[in-house]
């Protein structure tokens, strides 16, 4: 209901406001001999703008303050003793006020002084809510005017708009910044809480992993150490890249560079599919096919495979990551301007040696991005890994022997059946935070080398 | 040199292709026979270039003189980079090009089954219209022919032979202190040099060049024009141009397409001179186009 | 050397020797690579093939099930409740309400079991058999289906109608030998009478293996597991996806084109790069961790919702368009930008209408990879309460909805996998058929802007 | 305008009887929604439980396991106060193995001879030598040891700790050692030769599909419907069924539970009669439908008795 | 026309870049006074661009003249193009450029902070030496600066001027039978015209050729340069050419580099017939580049 005002208000302003711009300037540019600046569907672009930001402002700042203000409004209607109490207490006080106005039951009889200030609650609500709307469509219909009498003919619309454009491109691209601050947020506090029970140490540089299930009377916390699982995550990214780089470029190669453009057409989207799979699906494969497979190839040969392993489980996520590198290369690959390959194949080089020698260089920042987001990939993959890797947290060297990844104990410590306070689930936050830690060293490296190459050859 | 500050040729008749249609029956290209005694190197017989449906070439058959340069001239679209492409089998390379009839070197044809492309175009260079530097440093560029086919046994001769080559070119002492700097960072002509460069690298028998110099200016031209009339001591050179000056400064043999066809072909002197042909001759004096 | 190799005429023998010298270890060597690229794509597609394989055979027979085809008497003497409530008897509107309300209790409470059974009796009446071993039979829904039926039409009271029961999840392993015939009896799920009764309807024509078209539009079910569709979890995805399309491929497209082409290149955009790159390796289940805290406990969305999921799968899907766009931005000649720019464009026009078209292909197939790979998650939204068990189709983003992965995990891990492991393949089977519509479609746009260029 | 469907996350074990109560009343409740029932994990259901009092959160967490003290204060400090815990029922975890392999008649000494990292051999802690069954017991049948045991996520492996490793540990007789010393060597399990199982039971399945030797941990009711392919083992002398565990004599069962948020109570519609609903005998007493899907049901006193004390409003006190 | 098979400048002097250092001290540009009354519309002070550390241009001053057609000459990388991109601030679009100095149009200061560019480059136009069709049909390509500029009120309008100004270009009769397939599928030459039409259309004051003609044949060149002189009657043209001919056949005022300094600007006539400045002299005939 709320929500659909507000909505009814942004779209009137919106073709209102584009309208009278569009008009405005159109009238002008057929009166006078001189040229507009801007054509008029930027005037009125402009107009709209100028009218929805204001509005969209206001009630930005209202959904921003509401809470702090309805906060102190509700502080104001209860007795003063309240303010005196503990932050968690008159926070309890205020829910309970909330609750009341908003129809929630609250345990226990409502005190008076609760019931009045609930009954004044619910005036201010509705009282805001009109204010806040008021105020919205008031200072819109003030931008509106100021915007139509900018209206000129040497008014730099187009300008304007650009530089709003320029910054909505901004905003867009602080939305990642905002999920990173987002993610550090929500991971920062259960981590510390896991550092308060486990000495940090402990868990960077422990050897084993062992959390245990809490049991209610004893209080073992169990072992915390990372290594095993880190080194199960980089062994099977690795393993995964072995088998989905050569496929993968050697695919969008084959693709981009000899096949016919109809082998092309239906081979390209096939290999995508892999990319639709779910990973639970990899998973079973992995168990049920790959596994016993390398097992028996391994009794054939004589070396001890365990079913489930690392092997398997990089092995199938290799599978499931070829189509992101073959899918991105091939792209990247055929950006590769024509005449670069001409130039070479006229000096008498074979397709191969053109591809290896001056496509392939020519193309691999763009290579080496799509290789990088790969590994994310694989190192934030789950699913083929908890089935496929045996679920073994040790430090084995070996990757025929089962082993674990910090992401599958992020699920499992996440989403069981632990205290959700105990350091059994509170470690996830801990591992999620390692795991981010690590992956931003890792690209601010990537970045430094891929720049590097850049720069010698731009 | 000629000064005149308004055009001299001003009235210029109407495009005419309309005059001259492709299935034309019972077309014959005219021909001047050479008597400088330069034995022929390439044959082309018959050559028709097909783009998917689209003819682009008709018909060609050409002889291509050894140790001398021939220059094919026409306007803008007859087909000249496209006949040039059949000579190496660039044309392979284009998706939906066909190529009909022979060409031959020393006899053997190029478009036989059993012939090594890759051997072909180390023996037939190639110079092209945009310069097409590789996105390597100078050293490089120059050094990549050599390196692929072999041509280098160890890092000296290598060099040598980059040094060599960039000199021909008329680049070194423009780039001696950057050789390892990328060469797609050179202006438009210092990069068409390189790309000659390139081609020299690899001691090319044939030296197929379109429109080399068409983003060079003057001085490099003329350092280019130098070395063409060097190379030809040895080497049989074909080079597409626009520039009938030129054509006519470098070439002994000269051969004018028009709407895909060879219309006339001859030693360069009697073509510009003494053209047989119509079209030739209102090419030459700038009525066609 | 070096100088007679490049123009004395002697030494092009020599230099074509060694040419030729390696020529032939150079072929060699581009038919390796061109069959290493011909193995890759083999393998490629093997391993889809493989997979494609294994769920199709797998899940395609769950496709056909064992239904019933009866007639039911809507016996006066067992349904309870009365006549269906009239508008008029009632003062106000709430009153109607409530009073039918009270009847549709009323009703449900009645003994449709033993219509039910009745139905399946007359099919055989010669057989003896326990009323127990009657309704292991079917499935456990048909009860329901019944009373819907009246609810829908109070006239078939008293009358004997046609109607098609599903038979239960264990007699369709039965009857399709999913589960071991020869079995002794304590192994088996369903009594020997129930067996026989099975058998026998299947021989006389009552129960056929039909269509299953109740995977397409029935939701989930726990106490029926012969009745469970699909219809919810994919509109759950549906509406998911459609967020993640509407909102991840133009936030992405705006932060790639933004960093590639008018951020400077400075501090700020380095960090928003490696933040980005960083994004794309941060496990799936930490953004659910963050949606929960974010959207449903800050900002108060409703659980469950496909467009709480949806806004987590575009934060997930984000950083993998923004860089796939990237890569297919750097790569537009700058030629072309200075040709607008030239003209008059100004860096935005360049941009949006020269740069961007040309990369859409690109864009396209971020967008794809994108989605897909939202499409198959199910770790995020084991937080926001997506991996659910949700008893209604969600008519809009913000009703309750699970999605078809997390079905196909429920599934997966439903203890009676006799009959749910072809479900689950079944249910692999559509998802995957929404990928590759979503494939096609997308092929289908790259090859028309393909052509337009 | 409140919501008006009830939301309920938690436990993948009480998960389908909590979805299946959900739909029974859904159907057997014209004027309510069908509520939602989501995964997560006992600690994710209760975690979101306690994360605050209103629309935008859960009603009813699952759990396999009980409320601890510290999670209880962290409901309070987010204004939840109010949670009413209901058990309804047993789980009861069996041992099985592939149908055609030998029978086991285990004792948790078997198993915790199987199982740890080291056991006493002559009065002295050794890395277990132990590869084959009939190496523990010769009663055992002459098979390689290979176990699945469910991983240290599961609310299943507390029961698994105490009622098979621990008692198991006592009746091998340890030497005397630290009491921290002791509770390590009795619950830290080998690394070759058993796996802990983070995922479902189909993935314990799915083990034992790929490894015919090997002996999984399932619940209850997953074993009972898939009888066809496994084969239960007895553990001290008694086999698993609903009467076994239900009287005690089966050793390993755990109580299942779900916790109620006090708040929301006549307020988000419904949840009473949810709750009443699953207490009947129709749905978790004996005989009733949940007893189908494998559950092990209590008595009708003790339902009874729970359902009493939710009406009243009796808050959980963890012990 | 010169026919000869053999070089005529074969001569030539060693590169002598060393002699004039880039940082000499008290250059001074040469200047002839012109007398031909064109007023100048563009007007160049101190003008130096570095691209980052590297200056590629050292204070160019220069006056270019209204309805008249100036060309740049000069050999090679000595920054024609350069100072040519100064002129509608091109060089803003590349990273690292810097330019000094001020450029100012009818008096107003083309680097003004307050000057909108992009209003600034409708007015001045360019075309760039490689032809860069837009990947769309050639139509479009014409169209584009007429539709984003709002030159045309309706349709009808807009296929007016894109007519016109294909005719202007010489390439209507040519394509009119494919306006709406792709731009790029011309060859080299039909491309440079159709680039030229493009720029034409959105009906600038100034316009900046670099190097227009240099893939056209003559004919084409010879339609382009007649363009050229027509337009010159409404437009201030700056052209930069590699050949002195063209330069001589079309320029009124002539002003040629070297080594990123201008070092003599005059009438055409007058720097052909009689240089004042040495480097000049050699440059035209030949001698430095
Ligand atoms: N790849 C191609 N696909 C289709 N048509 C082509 C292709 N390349 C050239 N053509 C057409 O073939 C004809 C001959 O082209 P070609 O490039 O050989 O001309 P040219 O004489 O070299 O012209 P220019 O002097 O402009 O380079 C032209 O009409 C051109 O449009
Ligand atoms: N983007 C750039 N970055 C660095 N240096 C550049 C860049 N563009 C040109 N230069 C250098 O500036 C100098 C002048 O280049 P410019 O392109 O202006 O020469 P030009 O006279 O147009 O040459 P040409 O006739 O070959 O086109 C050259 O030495 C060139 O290497
Ligand atoms: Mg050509
Ligand atoms: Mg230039």
Request: aromatic letters at 8%; charged letters at 15%; proline letters at 5%.
């Amino acid at each position: 209901m709320n929500a659909l005002v507000i909505a009814a208000l942004l779209l009137v302003l919106l073709t209102l406001s584009y309208q009278i711009g569009w008009s405005r300037s159109r009238r002008l540019a057929s009166g006078g001999a001189e040229r507009l600046h801007s054509r008029p569907i930027y005037h009125g672009v402009l107009a709209a703008l100028f009218a929805l930001l204001p509005a969209i402002i206001v009630l930005g700042l209202w959904a921003l303050f509401s809470e702090t203000v309805t906060r102190s409004f509700i502080l104001a209607q209860l007795p003063p003793e309240t303010a005196q109490l503990t932050q968690v207490q008159v926070q309890a006080v205020i829910n309970r006020v909330q609750a009341i106005a908003n129809g929630f039951g609250v345990v226990g009889e409502p005190a008076p002084e609760e019931l009045a200030a609930a009954q004044a609650f619910e005036t201010f609500q509705l009282v805001s809510f009109l204010a806040v709307i008021g105020a919205a469509a008031a200072l819109g219909a003030g931008g509106l005017f100021f915007a139509q009498r900018r209206i000129g003919l040497r008014l730099r619309a187009r300008t304007e708009v650009e530089i709003a454009v320029r910054i909505g491109l901004i905003a867009c691209s602080t939305v990642a910044v905002l999920t990173t601050i987002g993610i550090v947020l929500s991971l920062l506090a259960d981590a510390l809480r896991f550092f308060s029970f486990i000495n940090p140490l402990d868990f960077f540089f422990g050897t084993t992993w062992n959390p245990r299930f809490q049991s209610s009377g004893t209080g073992s916390a169990g072992e915390y150490g990372l290594l095993p699982l880190l080194w199960g995550t980089v062994m099977i990214s690795l393993i995964a890249m072995l088998v989905a780089v050569p496929i993968g470029l050697m695919s969008a190669i084959y693709l981009s560079q000899y096949a016919p453009p109809n082998v092309r057409n239906v081979v390209k989207p096939i290999i995508e599919v892999l990319a639709g799979i779910p990973t639970i699906v990899y998973g079973f494969f992995a168990l049920v096919t790959v596994g016993p497979f390398f097992a028996g190839l391994g009794n054939m040969i004589g070396v001890d495979i365990r079913a489930t392993s690392a092997l398997t489980a990089g092995v199938v996520m290799g599978i499931m990551i070829i189509p992101f590198i073959s899918s991105l290369s091939d792209d990247i690959i055929a950006q590769v301007p024509r005449t670069m390959r001409d130039g070479s194949l006229g000096l008498g080089a074979t397709q191969s040696e053109t591809i290896r020698k001056v496509l392939l260089p020519a193309a691999l920042p763009g290579v080496v991005g799509a290789i990088l987001l790969a590994v994310s990939r694989a190192i934030g993959e789950t699913m083929i890994v908890v089935l496929a890797a045996g679920n073994s947290p040790v430090l084995r060297f070996n990757p025929a022997e089962p082993t674990s990844t910090v992401t599958v104990s992020i699920v499992n410590q996440l989403t069981g059946d632990a205290d959700f306070t105990s350091p059994q689930s509170l470690v996830a936050f801990a591992l999620g935070l390692t795991l981010f830690v690590m992956t931003l060293l890792l690209n601010v490296l990537a970045l430094y080398i891929v720049r590097k190459f850049r720069e010698q050859y731009e | 040199m000629t000064i005149g500050t308004t055009m001299d040729r001003s009235a210029m008749p109407p495009m005419n292709q309309s005059n001259t249609t492709a299935g034309e029956a019972g077309f014959q290209t005219v021909r001047t026979p050479d008597d400088t005694g330069h034995p022929a190197r390439l044959k082309a017989e018959d050559v028709s270039v097909f783009y998917n449906e689209k003819q682009a070439l008709f018909d060609v058959s050409i002889d291509i003189p050894e140790k001398a340069v021939s220059a094919f001239i026409g306007p803008s679209g007859c087909g000249k980079s496209t006949f040039l492409r059949c000579i190496n089998r660039m044309n392979d390379t284009i998706e939906g090009c066909r190529v009909t009839g022979t060409v031959a070197l020393d006899g053997d044809n190029l478009y036989d089954a059993s012939l090594d492309v890759v051997e072909l175009r180390a023996r037939i260079g190639m110079v092209f219209q945009k310069p097409n530097p590789f996105p390597k440093s100078i050293f490089e560029n120059v050094a990549y022919g050599p390196k692929i086919h072999g041509l280098a046994r160890n890092k000296s001769d290598l060099e040598e032979i980059v040094v060599t080559s960039l000199q021909k070119a008329g680049l070194f002492e423009e780039v001696k202190d950057r050789l390892h700097s990328p060469g797609t960072g050179l202006s438009g002509g210092q990069q068409q040099r390189l790309c000659i460069a390139r081609a020299i690298a690899v001691g090319p028998e044939v030296i197929l060049m379109d429109e080399p110099c068409s983003a060079l200016d003057p001085i490099a031209t003329a350092i280019i024009e130098e070395l063409i009339d060097e190379l030809r001591a040895n080497y049989t050179i074909v080079i597409v141009t626009h520039s009938m000056q030129q054509a006519a400064r470098v070439s002994q043999k000269t051969a004018f397409f028009h709407l895909g066809k060879l219309i006339e072909e001859g030693p360069t002197e009697s073509i510009f001179t003494n053209p047989r042909e119509k079209r030739t001759q209102d090419y030459i004096t700038g009525r066609i186009g | 050397m070096v100088d007679t190799l490049l123009s004395s005429p002697e030494s092009s023998d020599a230099k074509r020797e060694r040419v030729r010298k390696s020529l032939a270890r150079r072929h060699r060597n581009e038919t390796m690579f061109r069959w290493a690229g011909i193995l890759s794509i083999a393998a490629a597609l093997g391993f889809v093939a493989i997979l494609f394989g294994m769920i199709i055979s797998k899940g395609l027979p769950s496709f056909w099930q064992s239904t019933l085809h009866v007639e039911a008497y809507f016996d006066p003497e067992l349904v309870e409740g009365g006549p269906q409530p009239d508008r008029s008897d009632s003062a106000s509107d709430a009153d109607y309400r409530a009073a039918m309300v009270q009847w549709q209790r009323d009703v449900t409470l009645s003994n449709w079991n033993a219509i039910v059974e009745t139905a399946v009796r007359t099919a055989v009446p010669d057989l003896e058999i326990e009323s127990r071993d009657v309704l292991e039979l079917v499935t456990s829904a048909a009860r329901f289906q019944l009373r819907d039926r009246y609810f829908a039409n109070p006239d078939v009271l008293g009358q004997t109608v046609p109607v098609t029961i599903l038979a239960s999840a264990n007699t369709d392993n039965w009857l399709k030998g999913t589960i071991d015939r020869s079995l002794a009896d304590e192994r088996q799920q369903l009594s020997p009478q129930t067996r026989q009764l099975a058998d026998r309807l299947l021989e006389e024509g009552a129960i056929s293996f039909d269509f299953a078209w109740h995977i397409f539009t029935n939701v989930d079910s726990r106490s029926a597991p012969a009745s469970a569709g699909l219809a919810g979890a994919f509109m759950g995805s549906l509406y998911m996806m459609m967020v993640v399309i509407v909102l991840a491929v133009p936030l992405g497209v705006a932060s790639a084109v933004y960093l590639e082409e008018f951020a400077p290149k400075n501090r700020w955009t380095d960090l928003i790069e490696v933040n980005i790159n960083n994004l794309a390796a941060v496990p799936s289940i930490v953004f659910g961790l963050l949606g929960a805290a974010v959207f449903i406990n800050y900002l108060g969305l409703p659980r469950s919702a496909p467009l709480v999921g949806g806004l987590v799968l575009t934060l997930m899907t984000l950083p993998t368009i923004i860089i796939a766009t990237r890569s297919s931005l750097r790569a537009v000649s700058p030629s072309l930008r200075q040709a607008a720019l030239g003209l008059g464009a100004s860096r935005n026009q360049t941009v949006f209408h020269h740069v961007l078209p040309l990369t859409f292909p690109g864009i396209l197939t971020a967008t794809i990879i994108g989605v897909a790979q939202a499409l198959g998650e199910t770790a995020p939204l084991l937080l926001i309460g997506m991996s659910a068990f949700i008893a209604n189709i969600p008519a809009n983003p913000l009703d309750s909805a699970t999605a078809l992965p997390v079905q196909i995990y429920l599934w997966q891990g439903n203890e009676n996998r006799n009959f749910f492991e072809a479900r689950t393949s079944a249910a692999i089977m559509v998802l995957l058929g929404m990928m590759i519509l979503l494939n096609a479609i997308a092929i289908f746009l790259r090859t028309r802007l393909e052509r337009r260029k | 305008q409140s919501r008006d469907t009830i939301q309920i996350a938690g436990s993948s074990t009480v998960l389908p009887f909590s979805s299946i109560v959900a739909e029974e009343f859904g159907n057997a409740f014209p004027d309510y929604n069908t509520p939602n029932v989501a995964g997560g994990g006992s600690g994710g259901g209760k975690r979101q439980l306690c994360e605050g009092v209103g629309e935008a959160t859960l009603d009813i967490a699952n759990s396999s396991s009980k409320m601890s003290a510290s999670e209880l204060e962290g409901c309070v400090a987010n204004g939840v106060e109010d949670v009413r815990e209901v058990i309804f029922g047993f789980d009861g975890i069996v041992f099985a193995t592939g149908i055609d392999q030998g029978d086991f008649a285990l004792e948790p000494v078997h198993l915790y001879q199987a199982i740890a990292a080291q056991v006493p051999v002559d009065g002295e802690m050794v890395d277990n030598p132990y590869t084959n069954w009939s190496e523990i017991d010769s009663s055992l049948p002459d098979q390689d040891i290979f176990i699945a045991i469910p991983g240290t996520n599961h609310g299943t492996r507390e029961v698994f700790d105490v009622r098979v490793l621990e008692a198991g540990c006592e009746a091998a007789g340890l030497p005397e050692m630290e009491e921290d010393a002791m509770e390590a060597a009795c619950l830290t399990p080998r690394q070759d030769v058993v796996v802990e199982i983070a995922g479902d039971y189909t993935e314990t399945l799915a083990r034992l599909q790929s490894n015919p030797e090997a002996i999984g941990v399932f619940g209850l009711s997953f074993y009972d419907q898939n009888r066809d392919t496994l084969k239960v083992a007895t553990v001290s002398g008694v086999e698993p069924s609903l009467d076994t565990i239900a009287s005690g004599e089966y050793p390993i069962s755990r109580p299942l539970q779900f916790y109620v948020k006090g708040a929301h109570v006549g307020v988000i519609p419904g949840i009473e009669d949810y709750v009443a609903f699953f207490l009947s005998d129709q749905m978790a007493g004996a005989g009733g439908t949940l007893e189908g899907a494998g559950l092990v049901p209590a008595s009708s006193e003790f339902l009874a008795e729970q359902l009493d004390a939710f009406n009243n409003g009796d808050q959980y006190q963890p012990q």
